[in-house]
């Protein structure tokens, strides 16, 4: 998922499986802009001219990849960052043809319009907010952040990186099933911010 961008730069000694991989990856790009999982079309043709098994192939592409990565670390380096950034994006998968009833379609394209916004406003907090975290305890103190809050809020920053170093392609997926930690987190500091305010006005 990520070498395939750059897979073009293997030697001629792995030709057969550059040269396959590469039709099907470009004749995707072609038609979705994207080589993201064009792998998994390639892979029948892989192993039918390489005689190797579908982990043999497996192992062998393994191989390929850590020595395209090894010989380009920067282009591996900027499809990690993408992934990073794409992983906070929030999309929304659904597809607003299949809803017949043409009001149900535009309430739900409202409301998916609607959670989407909610969930990167909730995803730039919690990234300003682990920013301003860094700059030192008082600002820990501040925002209330405990060590369930700190615990909660790093097991969703090694995921972001985790992912991001494993995989290119459709990685915002990836932040689905935490997105409501990240909520969670931004919930709590704003709760504690409102509560510290209102203690400092009542003090006044």
Known sequence: QHTGIFFEYLPDEDALIRDTYLKYRD???????VQANAIWEAIPEMSEVTG???YGLSREL????????????K????????GWIDFWKAPVYWKPEAVKIGL??????GLAFLGRGLS???NLLFLVISGLTLIGRNMR????????VL??????????????????????RFLMPLQMLVIYVVVLILDHLHNARRIEEAAC
């Open 27 to 33: 004749a995707q790009i072609a038609e979705r802009g």
């Open 52 to 54: 190797l098994s579908f």
């Open 62 to 73: 393994q191989r390929l990849s850590m020595k395209l990565i090894a010989a380009h670390p």
């Open 75 to 82: 282009l591996y380096l900027r499809n990690v960052a993408k």
């Open 104 to 109: 149900m379609r535009t309430v739900l394209s």
């Open 120 to 122: 990167v406003l909730a």
């Open 141 to 148: 103190r501040k925002f209330g952040i405990d060590r369930y």
């Open 151 to 172: 615990a909660t809020g790093g097991f969703v920053w090694l995921i972001s990186i985790i992912q991001a170093f494993m995989d290119h392609g459709d990685n915002p």
